[in-house]
Structure formats: structure tokens, C-alpha cells
């Protein structure tokens, strides 16, 4: 690994730590973390997805996928149901309360996320949107073609580009 690569990975790393600090607390209030709440997001903006098309949105094995659903359909806020066209595939959609929730907590989420990162001017911003697509996506793909983490460069976490939170 070069020494840019260590270098700009350790700042986004702390970066993004930095960045999560400020906007947990607000989820942590609501008894949800980043991934319930990512969870909630993705169906509240994408309809009743498959536990699988979640898992990918949010970025989270299938067995902890299973376990975040579970929780959230123990609070009232998700309900799982058989997929018409294919009943081996369960879709997972908002209760009202879930639905009520997330509407209400999602702009105060987005105000916390713009607030964490207003040390940006908005062309700061837009610039950092391509290349940092561009470094998840190749890392992302290291990964899918097989390549050890440890021959890899540092992996980044991407959210996918339909993801409303992902602002792209």
C-alpha cells in the first residue's frame, strides 16, 4: 500500500467517524442504530424491499440483516410478508408506526448529516461525490472478483447510488 493511500485512508476514516458521531446520538434517542434506521430509510423511499435487496442497500450481512429485521418487527416497525410472484422471498415493509417514525426522524437525520458537514462549501462537497463513488465501487469490486482484503487497498464503505441517503 502507498503511503497516499494510508494517509487519505486514515482521514477518511476519521472523517467518517467523525461524521457518525454527530448524527448517532439522534438515532441512539430513537432507540435505533445507523443500520435499523438505514433499514427504516430504504423502505420509507423505495417501497417493501426483499431482506437481500436490504441487505445490499444497507450494506450488512444476510445473518445480520435477519437479526436487525427481527428487532425491528419486535418494535411494530417492520412487517414481513411472502412475495406474491415468488413466495420464497419475503418482502419487508413499514407498520404505520415504522412509517411514522422514520417521516418524522429523517429530516432531523438529514439536518444532523448537513450540519456535520458544513465545514464544506458546497463545491467541496460535489467534488468529493465522484471520487469517493469511484474508490467504493473499485473496492467494492476488488472484493466481488475475490481479492483478499489484505492484498487489497483499504476498503470504503459505498453506499449504493439509489440510496437516498447516499445524496446521488
Same mark, same amino acid.
Given at each position: 500500500?502507498?503511503?497516499?493511500?494510508?494517509?487519505?485512508?486514515?482521514?477518511?476514516?476519521?472523517?467518517?467517524?467523525?461524521?457518525?458521531?454527530?448524527?448517532?446520538?439522534?438515532?441512539?434517542?430513537?432507540?435505533?442504530?445507523?443500520?435499523?434506521?438505514?433499514?427504516?430509510?430504504?423502505?420509507?423511499?423505495?417501497?417493501?424491499? *426483499?431482506?437481500?435487496?436490504?441487505?445490499?442497500?444497507?450494506?450488512? *450481512?444476510?445473518?445480520?440483516?435477519?437479526?436487525?429485521?427481527?428487532?425491528?418487527?419486535?418494535?411494530?416497525?417492520?412487517?414481513?410478508?411472502?412475495?406474491?410472484?415468488?413466495?420464497?422471498?419475503?418482502?419487508?415493509?413499514?407498520?404505520?408506526?415504522?412509517?411514522?417514525?422514520?417521516?418524522?426522524?429523517?429530516?432531523?437525520?438529514?439536518?444532523?448529516?448537513?450540519?456535520?458537514?458544513?465545514?464544506? *462549501?458546497?463545491?467541496?462537497?460535489?467534488?468529493?461525490?465522484?471520487?469517493?463513488?469511484?474508490?467504493?465501487?473499485?473496492?467494492?469490486?476488488?472484493?466481488?472478483?475475490?481479492?483478499?482484503?489484505?492484498?487489497?487497498?483499504?476498503?470504503?464503505?459505498?453506499?449504493?447510488?439509489?440510496?437516498?441517503?447516499?445524496?446521488?
Amino acid at each position: 500500500m502507498s503511503e497516499e493511500a494510508l494517509r487519505v485512508y486514515v482521514k477518511l476514516l476519521r472523517a467518517s467517524r467523525a461524521v457518525l458521531a454527530r448524527v448517532e446520538p439522534r438515532l441512539a434517542g430513537a432507540g435505533l442504530t445507523p443500520i435499523q434506521f438505514g433499514v427504516l430509510e430504504g423502505i420509507l423511499h423505495k417501497g417493501p424491499m *426483499s431482506q437481500r435487496e436490504l441487505g445490499r442497500t444497507v450494506l450488512t *450481512s444476510p445473518g445480520n440483516m435477519t437479526d436487525v429485521i427481527d428487532k425491528l418487527e419486535a418494535r411494530g416497525l417492520v412487517l414481513r410478508s411472502r412475495c406474491p410472484g415468488d413466495r420464497r422471498s419475503v418482502l419487508v415493509g413499514l407498520t404505520d408506526c415504522g412509517k411514522a417514525l422514520v417521516s418524522g426522524l429523517f429530516p432531523l437525520h438529514a439536518a444532523d448529516i448537513a450540519a456535520a458537514m458544513a465545514g464544506l *462549501s458546497r463545491e467541496e462537497l460535489c467534488s468529493l461525490e465522484a471520487p469517493l463513488s469511484k474508490l467504493g465501487m473499485a473496492a467494492a469490486g476488488a472484493l466481488c472478483a475475490g481479492v483478499s482484503p489484505l492484498a487489497a487497498p483499504a476498503v470504503a464503505t459505498h453506499l449504493p447510488p439509489d440510496s437516498s441517503l447516499s445524496n446521488e
